[in-house]
Each structure stands twice: as structure tokens, then as C-alpha cells.
């Protein structure tokens, strides 16, 4: 499955944003969906993720009641709303896709997207 992120921008601190993720190539709805960030100079970090429907969701502890992911399985898209920015929320996001669930675990995704740039300045 290809990935495409999206949405990325530069925007103030307290700000929001949508990313979006579009998949081609495979049924996406087959797949548990995942959103990943990487700041300079730091390692990837999980920061969101989806069952298969959408029904189930996970968080990391960082965003959690400030990022909220989505799936739009007729759409082939999967979506992360951003409220509340922070300065360290600032990252490449990345979107990936799961044959085996989902969760905060990065080797359990096989696919990856190209990564979307979110700056939040202060």
C-alpha cells in the first residue's frame, strides 16, 4: 500500500491543523492505521493510532484530549486533527499502515508514508 501525508504547515502555538493520510494499492480497510512524529534530533515517537474500522483508538500520553485520529474507510484516508499545538509538537509526522492491528509499536507497521512537516511556532 502507498502512502501520501498531508496537511502539514507552519502555525501558531494554540493553533490546530488536519492531516490527512491517503492510501492507494491495497484495501484499506484491511489495514490498522498509525500516525508517528519525529522532531529534530530526536527518534521516531508513536503518537496515534486505529483499529481497522476506526472503532478503537490509541494515544500516546503527550497528545492524548489534544489529537484526535480518524478513518475514512470509503475515502481510503486516514486523519489526525491537531488542537493546541505546542512548540514541541513540532515533527515530521509520518502515517503508517498495519497488516497486524495497530498499536504504539513501530515494527509492527509495514508501510510508511513520505512524512509531513508541522511547526508550531511560539
Known amino acids: 500500500v502507498q502512502l501520501q501525508a498531508s496537511g502539514g504547515g507552519l502555525v501558531q502555538a494554540g493553533g490546530s491543523l488536519r492531516l490527512s493520510c491517503a492510501a492507494s494499492?491495497?484495501?484499506?480497510?484491511?489495514?490498522?492505521m498509525g500516525w508517528f512524529r519525529q522532531a529534530p534530533g530526536k527518534e521516531r515517537e508513536f503518537v496515534a493510532s486505529?483499529?481497522?474500522?476506526?472503532?478503537?483508538?490509541y494515544f500516546a500520553d503527550s497528545v492524548k484530549g489534544r489529537f484526535t485520529i480518524s478513518r475514512d474507510n470509503t475515502k481510503n484516508t486516514v486523519y489526525l486533527q491537531i488542537n493546541s499545538l505546542k512548540p514541541e509538537d513540532t515533527a515530521v509526522y509520518y502515517c503508517a499502515a498495519s497488516r497486524s492491528g495497530y498499536g504504539s509499536n513501530w515494527s509492527r507497521y509495514d508501510y510508511w508514508g513520505q512524512g509531513t512537516l508541522v511547526t508550531v511556532s511560539s
Open positions: 494499492g491495497r484495501t484499506f480497510s484491511n489495514y490498522g
Open positions: 486505529t483499529s481497522w474500522s476506526g472503532g478503537t483508538t
